[in-house]
C-alpha cells in the first residue's frame, strides 16, 4: 500500500506528459508512486510512457469515461492512503507534496486539500482553476481566493494561509482514498467540469473539512476562461452546475434559487447573443434542457444520500456576480472581506 499515489487521467496527451511527468517524478516525497490512468488515447501517449518513463505505472481503461468516470474507474485499481489527483498540464515543485500531507495528518477531520495553484505561463499570477481555494456564493457561481470570474490576481502572498475552502481544484486535487469512496467518488453523469465542486460539497455535507495549503505550490497551464468557441466546455459547465445545485442545496433553498440561476443563465445567454456569440448562447440553451432532462429521467441514479452532518466552509451568502459585475468589485478580498 502505497502511501500518496498520484494519479494523472490522460487523453491524447502525449505532449503534456512529455512536458510535466519528469518535474512529478522529481517530487521529494518518499514512498510516492505515480500512475497514468488512460482515458483509451487515440495518440502516441503510452507508447511514449512505456519507452522513456518504465516507472511510471499505467491503468488503462477500454473508452473515454472523461474526467469523472475515469478518476472513478482507476481508483479501484488503486491502493493508497492519500490520492492525489493531477492534471496532465501542471508543472509541481519538489516540496509540493510534504505541506500538504504534513497539513492533513494533522488533523483528520480535512477531507481534501489542494495546493495554491498559479500560472505556468504567468508564475506570480494566480490560474482560473482554484487560485488559492474555491469558494462558492449562494446561488452556486464559483470564485476563489485570487480568482473572481475572468479576473485573476497577482500573488502578493495575501492568501498564503492555510484555511478551510468550500472546494479543492482538481487541477491537483489530495483527498484521503476512503472517503473518496466513502463519498461514492465522483459523478460520472458530470463527465468533466464541476464534479470535483460537487464531490467537496458532500465530503462537506459528510462531516469533513476542503482545505487550501498555500505553503505547496504547482504551475497549471489550463485553460483560463471558458473558450467562445468551445460549445461542449461551455454546455457541460452550466449543465453540471445546474445538476450540482438541485442535488446539494436543501429543498427549500433550491425551490427559489434554482429558478432565479436559470432567469440569470438566460440573461447572460441573450448578451452573448447580442454580441454576436451565438454559439455561447445555444451551449446554455442546451445546457438548461439537458438539465431539466436530468431532473425527469436521471436525478434517481445520480443523486446520492448523504446525511447533513457538516457546515458549509467557504460559503458566500451573497451574490457574487453582483459584487463583481453591478458593484464593481474585483478581488476576493474586496467581495470577501472579513466575512473569511
Not at 491503468?59 to 493531477?86: C, D, P, Q, W
Request: proline content about 4%; some cysteine.
Amino acid at each position: 500500500m502505497a502511501k500518496v499515489s498520484v494519479v494523472i487521467i490522460n487523453f491524447n496527451g502525449r505532449k503534456y506528459l512529455e512536458q510535466f511527468i519528469p518535474s512529478v517524478l522529481a517530487s521529494t516525497y518518499p514512498g510516492m508512486e505515480l500512475i497514468v490512468a488512460d482515458n483509451a488515447s487515440t495518440d502516441d501517449s503510452l507508447d511514449f510512457l512505456r519507452m522513456h518513463f518504465p516507472a511510471v505505472r499505467i491503468i488503462e481503461l477500454k473508452r473515454n469515461h472523461g474526467y469523472a468516470g475515469g478518476y472513478n474507474m482507476a481508483l479501484k485499481e488503486v491502493n493508497s492512503e492519500f490520492y492525489v489527483l493531477l492534471n496532465s498540464d501542471v508543472e509541481v515543485t519538489p516540496g509540493w507534496i510534504e505541506p500538504v500531507i504534513e497539513l492533513m495528518e494533522k488533523d483528520r477531520t480535512i477531507g481534501a486539500c489542494q495546493p495554491k495553484i498559479l500560472s505556468y505561463y504567468k508564475k506570480d499570477q494566480f490560474e482560473y482553476s482554484g487560485g488559492a481555494g474555491g469558494w462558492l456564493d449562494c446561488l452556486g457561481y464559483p470564485f476563489a481566493r485570487g480568482r473572481i470570474f475572468d479576473i485573476c490576481e497577482i500573488d502578493k502572498g495575501q492568501y498564503n494561509d492555510a484555511q478551510s475552502i468550500f472546494w479543492a481544484s482538481g487541477a491537483a486535487l489530495f483527498v484521503r482514498a476512503e472517503l473518496f469512496h466513502e463519498a461514492k467518488g465522483f459523478d460520472t453523469y458530470f463527465f468533466a467540469h464541476m464534479e470535483e465542486i460537487d464531490f467537496c460539497w458532500r465530503l462537506q455535507l459528510l462531516g469533513y473539512q476542503i482545505y487550501a495549503c498555500p505553503a505547496s505550490e504547482v504551475y497549471h497551464i489550463g485553460g483560463g476562461t471558458l473558450p467562445k468557441g468551445n460549445e461542449r466546455k461551455v454546455f457541460l459547465n452550466f449543465r453540471n452546475n445546474m445538476i450540482m445545485l438541485a442535488k446539494n442545496l436543501p429543498k427549500r433553498q433550491s425551490i427559489w434559487k434554482i429558478p432565479l440561476r436559470v432567469l440569470m443563465d438566460f440573461t447572460s445567454a441573450f448578451k452573448s447573443l447580442f454580441a454576436g456569440q451565438a454559439v455561447y448562447f445555444f451551449a446554455v440553451w442546451e445546457a438548461h434542457a439537458a438539465f431539466f432532462k436530468w431532473l425527469i429521467f436521471n436525478r434517481r441514479s445520480s443523486v446520492f444520500p448523504i446525511s447533513r452532518k457538516g457546515r458549509l466552509s467557504g460559503w458566500y451568502q451573497h451574490c457574487v456576480a453582483w459584487k463583481h459585475f453591478v458593484e464593481g468589485k474585483e478581488t476576493f478580498d474586496e467581495i470577501v472581506g472579513d466575512k473569511r
